[in-house]
């Protein structure tokens, strides 16, 4: 995978454009692509390719399960809105696609992480 990487606070000039490995998760881990999914949700003409591209701001992804989600019957990754049943039916492949569910559950981290205060 290509990544920007950033060891130190520089400026954007300064900034190396690397080759990583892939990550891999491991058990209790999950795996999204979220590339994909953006590309899902352009496909479904939510996004634009070029500035003079329309939104459809009627198509897109809701409800999308997080981490530690329990996923299942009745319990989908997210729901899809499309304009019709074939683009839905894409949008729902890349999305299963773009998403490595964990066979053991996977304990979600908290929201807030960290505050910052000021002087």
């Known amino acids: 995978m ?19 490995p892939d990550p891999e998760p491991g058990a209790g881990e999950v795996a999204i692509d979220v ?5 899902a949700i352009l496909a479904l003409g939510g996004g634009r390719r070029r500035v003079e591209d329309r939104i459809d701001y009627s198509v897109g992804l809701a409800d999308m399960l997080g981490v530690g989600d329990e996923v299942g019957p009745g319990r989908p990754l ?13 949008a729902a492949a890349a999305i299963q696609a773009a998403v490595e569910i964990a066979d053991a559950p996977v304990a979600a981290g908290p929201l807030i992480r960290d505050r910052i205060a000021g002087s």
């Open 35 to 39: 590339r994909a999914i953006g590309l």
């Open 2 to 20: 290509r990544a920007m990487v950033v060891k130190d606070w520089c400026e954007p000039k300064d900034m190396r454009l690397m080759e990583l």
């Open 78 to 90: 997210a729901i899809v809105h499309a304009r019709d049943s074939a683009a839905a039916e894409q």
